[in-house]
């Protein structure tokens, strides 16, 4: 399996994911972490923690529509697993993300940003992780 390289479009998408990061802390305090922003979106504290959690999820859901209305192309999409072997890989990301207190973009993108201890160790050891994965499924298990 080739990975293609994209560098414009993987800086463009950095650069807005760390915009949303500030933005959202400048605008409401919060820290941008898809995991914890999707648990309170089902158990909010309030009205007001329930309003900006939806419009967050609505906009990661609806972008890949504003890229094709921008770009007339649909974001290319390619999942070479099966739909079983996605919600196995969804559970054990969320248990990861509750055994870690927070997800890879809340520790990566905002924990080290603010020299979060918690997030220091957090991020090398999802990175190692990842390295491992992919090594055992590409080159031991062959998928």
Do not use: K, Q
Not at 58 to 77: D, E, I, K, R, T
């Amino acid at each position: 399996m080739v990975t293609a390289f994209t560098p414009f479009a993987s800086f463009g998408g950095g650069l807005l994911i760390g915009l949303g990061a500030v933005l959202l802390m400048l605008g409401l305090g919060r820290i941008l972490g898809a995991t914890g922003i999707l648990s309170g979106l089902a158990f909010p504290a309030d009205a007001e923690e329930f309003s900006w959690r939806a419009a967050m999820v609505l906009g990661m859901v609806l972008a890949p529509g504003l890229v094709f209305l921008v770009s007339g192309n649909w974001p290319a999409l390619d999942v070479p697993v099966s739909p079983a072997m996605i919600a196995i890989g969804g559970v054990i990301v969320g248990f990861g993300a509750s055994l870690g207190s927070g997800c890879t973009s809340g520790h990566g993108i905002c924990g080290l940003a603010r020299l979060s201890r918690r997030s220091i160790v957090a991020v090398p050891t999802f990175m190692a992780t990842a390295a491992l994965t992919v090594y055992l499924i590409r080159h031991v298990f062959g998928g």
